[in-house]
């Protein structure tokens, strides 16, 4: 991550640059999950870091913040999260889908919590209509989020790569995007294999004389 972050910092003039943790430091403990968010910020050039699954390291939280590392906190529902409330993770993310009260109070508590901790914004991971707008409410930080999020949160966050289609996932996909560059790319590459296995001349290769 810190080789990545490099590569970002090199590249950026204005914009804020965030790290995500790699899984590990931030389970090992706080000392571990600080010494890491030290390096990412020192060697790799971030101006802050993100944190997955932060709600359940609010200590640790505090702890980066207090080193005056700001900390971008993800929260959200998961599989674990739907499961422990009895519902189907899969229905959680379909138009529509009726979220037990419970589970938007966890939310919100989360939220309050992460905010406590000294965060200076979160990450809603599948937020939905009904949960995100009573988060939003609740805290004074900003909430975004990409998967799940909509309007009712502080803002949106979008994958290069996905915006524009770039992944093969992308092919089967009924998700609107920018561009479809996956299929651009198949197309491509299954024509210069047929020109290979034809034996015809490669596009952009130097033209042979007979």
Do not use: N
Not at 84 to 113: C, I, N, W
Not at 184 to 207: C, F, H, M, N, S
């Amino acid at each position: 991550m810190i080789v990545v972050c490099k590569a970002v910092r090199r590249g950026t003039k204005r914009a804020l640059v965030s790290c995500d943790f790699p899984f590990g430091p931030l389970q090992e403990g706080v000392d571990s999950a600080l010494r890491a968010a030290i390096r990412i910020v020192k060697e790799g050039g971030a101006d802050m870091v993100k944190l997955d699954g932060a709600s359940e390291f609010p200590e640790t939280v505090r702890a980066i913040v207090r080193a005056g590392i700001p900390v971008f906190a993800q929260f959200g529902i998961t599989p674990q999260t739907a499961l422990h409330f009895g519902v189907e993770y899969s229905a959680m993310l379909k138009p529509g889908a009726q979220m037990p009260e419970q589970m938007t109070t966890k939310l919100v508590d989360d939220a309050k919590r992460l905010e406590d901790a000294g965060s200076a914004l979160l990450d809603f991971t599948h937020s939905g209509p009904v949960a995100g707008p009573p988060v939003v409410k609740a805290v004074s930080i900003p909430v975004v989020g990409g998967l799940g999020g909509g309007p009712w949160l502080d803002g949106r966050m979008r994958m290069a790569h996905a915006a524009i289609g770039y992944a093969a996932s992308s092919l089967e996909s009924k998700t609107e995007t920018y561009a479809h560059v996956a299929r651009v790319t198949l197309d491509a590459l299954t024509a210069y294999a047929e020109d290979v296995r034809a034996g015809r001349q490669i596009k952009g290769g130097i033209p042979i004389k007979s």
